[in-house]
């Protein structure tokens, strides 16, 4: 039995590195940005300044790529600002969480503006996404060898997951937290005594799953309605 869990789990890490591959082929050939993409990037990264056209000299002037850049970036002397973020957010209608990771990766290449900044975030929790759907898959799907891959192979190859990962917004982060969040309660069902640890667990990822996107708590409280 363990050998063929082994088995199982060596197809798993073969089937992740090519969808891994298949990401980077992605954002590779990814063109061009929508305009939440770039708002992603200015109200993680302007300092105190979340909305570009309310700058008193964005009108009626001529602008290098300086100035932009200014807004979309983290510059130098701005990084690890994430009071800067928060503040932001208080004039958006996200939650915060989201963008403070984003400026956090963009601080560490201070000044410099890439698309590989907000896909190596989603790559983060892609893959996450993808290594828990592969236990639920092992504790819910049965036994079958080839079964439980089933569900990672049409997530992470399908339009939609791939979609997902290549837009530079927080909802690639979204879905590993209602994933993670889906796990939890299956393994709660199953649980004949609550234990404080899990339940602080499952606490900590209901919390981040809201600070990412509202909409998580639509998803968590129906999950919460069926288990009771």
């Known amino acids: 039995m363990r050998t063929k869990k082994a088995g199982t789990d060596f197809i798993f890490l073969i089937l992740l590195l090519l969808q891994i591959v298949n990401f980077f082929v992605a954002g590779y050939q990814k063109e061009g940005y929508y305009i939440d993409e770039l708002w992603s990037y200015g109200l993680a990264n302007s300092y105190y300044q979340p909305f570009l056209q309310d700058r008193e000299d964005y009108l009626n002037e001529w602008h290098s790529s300086n100035y932009f850049a ?13 009071d800067s973020v928060y503040d932001n957010q208080t004039k958006d209608v996200h939650p915060p969480l989201y963008y403070m990771l984003l400026h956090m990766i963009s601080s560490c290449v201070a ?15 892609f893959v996450g996404t993808l290594i828990v759907l592969y236990r639920i898959s092992c504790e819910y799907l049965g036994k079958g060898r080839y079964v439980v891959l089933l569900p ?53 990822v ?21 288990l009771y």
């Open 70 to 82: 200014s807004y979309l970036t983290a510059m130098p002397g701005e990084t690890f600002s994430f």
């Open 111 to 125: 000044g410099r503006f890439s698309k590989w900044i907000g896909l190596f975030v989603n790559l983060l929790f």
């Open 152 to 204: 990672v192979l049409i997530y992470g190859f399908s339009i939609g997951g791939m979609n997902t990962a290549m837009y530079i917004r927080m909802y690639m982060m979204l879905t590993f937290w209602t994933t993670l969040f889906l796990y939890l309660v299956l393994r709660f069902a199953q649980e004949s005594k609550i234990r404080g640890g899990y339940l602080l667990l499952l606490g900590m």
């Open 206 to 226: 209901s919390v981040c799953g809201f600070l990412t996107q509202y909409y998580f708590a639509v998803f968590a409280f129906l999950w919460r309605l069926h």
